[in-house]
């Protein structure tokens, strides 16, 4: 049974940093491309980064997190992480990760993932929480 749980959200103040961990268990991650997920009250799930399966060489960002987020995987330790940098007040929602296994590991299907993965897949962590306020 494929599982997927995040942790590391918390309550930071504005320009702080959080780090994000996914973590699995019935699978193993590396042949997985795992994305990085947010959905604020009232809005709709937005994807944020995604990595490529195996050696993560390929990656994707949103332009609300470029440049401030990273996305890096632990394929020994079985976890993907997001470091979250400069955060924003704006960057309060509960974060998801989820897994793909696409044909190929290519840039289109990393960038697939994070652009349209809320319409089909299904293997989500249940979410953390993370709150930016002074």
């Known amino acids: 049974q494929v599982q997927l749980v995040e942790s590391g959200g918390g309550l930071v103040q504005p320009g702080g940093s959080l780090r994000l961990s996914c973590a699995a268990s019935g699978f193993t991650l590396d042949t997985y491309d795992i994305g990085w997920f947010r959905q604020a009250p009232g809005k709709e799930r937005e994807g944020l980064s995604c990595i490529s399966s195996s050696d993560g060489s390929t990656t994707y960002y949103a332009d609300s997190v470029k440049g401030r987020f990273t996305i890096s995987r632990d394929n020994a330790k079985n976890t993907v992480y997001l470091q979250m940098n400069s955060l924003k007040p704006e960057d309060t929602a509960v974060y998801y990760c989820?897994?793909?296994?696409?044909?190929?590991?290519?840039?289109?299907?990393?960038?697939?993932?994070?652009?349209?993965?809320?319409?089909?897949?299904?293997?989500w962590g249940q979410g953390t929480p993370v709150t930016v306020s002074s």
């Open positions: 989820a897994a793909d296994n696409p044909p190929l590991s290519t840039f289109n299907f990393v960038r697939r993932m994070c652009v349209a993965g809320n319409t089909y897949l299904e293997h």
